[in-house]
DNA sequence: GTTTCATGTAACTTATTTAGTTACGAATTT
DNA sequence: AAATTCGTAACTAAATAAGTTACATGAAAC
């Protein structure tokens, strides 16, 4: 997993948890998926479950699945529950003291503000369902292809 | 100057450059009101200049300035000259024909193509003349302060 | 025209961050 | 009781970005 690839990897998992025939899937075989180990997607997703978006299980026959239904999961309530922001610029003082630096910093806090309230605003029209029907789509397009050829 | 403050420092840099009586000032000076140094600087807003934001000179009495009125300079402007996005989640692939990847990139996409432009609009509307403005008010309210007291 | 000063930029070093790994306790099924 | 899987802390390694050094280029001062 690279650098700042957290939210795709995750949908990336969250997609094929969404398409699992098994349901259940231990946290090596979402690693597989994104080229990673187990402990690394229990770590990244752990967020998920606390937010009810997953619900894992201890145990022989243990694992994770969705807690849900797809077409109830937005891609807000994702990006919220991995607890990394989308706009990561920092506005954390360097220069106590500074006004100038206090007039930048409120310039873009109120910025952000806005910002993330109509990022979230989107991604809340999305769903897990929705980037799975894509998923779908792609795959019967590429079943069609074959056949043709 | 810390990992994600590429903008706040920018912006600190030129809202002091927008307030400099002397016009000009060395990479030296503007490098001490972001506690770094002037290849730092140079090396940050030299995008500024290739976009007409700020113009430098070299040599004796070199230095930077504004380019052109604080009010005509937009923070998208600037955003965009930094060269760095504000979105920098990651939709590269990982997964070589994985078509849920390849359905997971590109809502991403969509996502972010239709958020920056957002972003940027938003930012069109606040120039270094807005944050300069609000600078003076702060300096003012502490000078009424601290003669009150 | 030589000295001084400042930028422009490449190359390198250091610091920070984050992913990856190891280890092990807790919980659950067989 | 054995096997399996998660939960999490502690540590290691890799990637990234800032900081630094070095020096060529250009411009003003003398």
Redesign the pocket.
Known sequence: ??????LS?TLHILVHMAEAREG???????ASF?????????????GL?EAGIVA?????????QLARAPETISLAEICTALG?TLL?FSTAPESPGCLVEQAVIAVLDDFRAEAERLLLQKLARVTLADIAADFRRRYAALGVTDHAV
Chains 1, 2 share one sequence.
């Open positions: 997993m690279k650098r700042n690839s957290k990897s259940i899937q231990t946290s090596e075989q979402l994104i080229h990673t180990n187990p402990v690394v997607v229990r770590r990244t997703i752990a479950r894992s299980a201890r145990g022989h026959g243990g694992g994770w990394e990561p």
